[in-house]
């Protein structure tokens, strides 16, 4: 059974960091691609980042790039991201996302709220 486990959001203030941790199970972990979305309220889910199973980062959406940063550790079983210069338009749940043949699989999500 595959699951995805969130966990590290909370409240920030703007300019502070925050790292997500997303810890797998039920599948092998190292051979998939894994992505962060996130959905901020009254707006749609939008990819953050992806990373492939060689721990290359990729398609950092350009509202982040600079400041995030994805990555896995394989050993783990976990994904990560690391979130720097956080802003209040980064305000949103995160989720974490695998694909495996044909089926998307989702985390339950974990709240970041930046404010003052």
């Known amino acids: 059974q595959v699951q995805l486990v969130e966990s590290g959001g909370g409240l920030v203030q703007p300019g502070g960091s925050l790292r997500l941790s997303c810890a797998t199970s039920?599948?092998?972990?190292?051979?998939?691609?894994m992505s962060w979305y996130r959905q901020a309220p009254g707006k749609e889910r939008e990819l953050v980042a992806t990373?492939?199973?060689?721990?290359?980062?990729?398609n950092y959406a350009d509202s982040v790039k600079g400041r995030f940063t994805i990555f896995r550790d394989n050993g783990k079983n976990t994904m990560y991201l690391q979130m720097n210069s956080l802003k209040p338009e980064d305000t949103a749940v995160y989720y974490c996302?695998?694909?495996?043949?044909?089926?998307?699989?989702w985390g339950q999500g974990t709240q970041v709220t930046v404010s003052k």
């Open positions: 996302n695998t694909r495996i043949r044909i089926v998307a699989y």
């Open positions: 039920g599948f092998t972990f190292s051979n998939v691609a």
């Open positions: 990373i492939n199973s060689f721990g290359i980062g990729l």
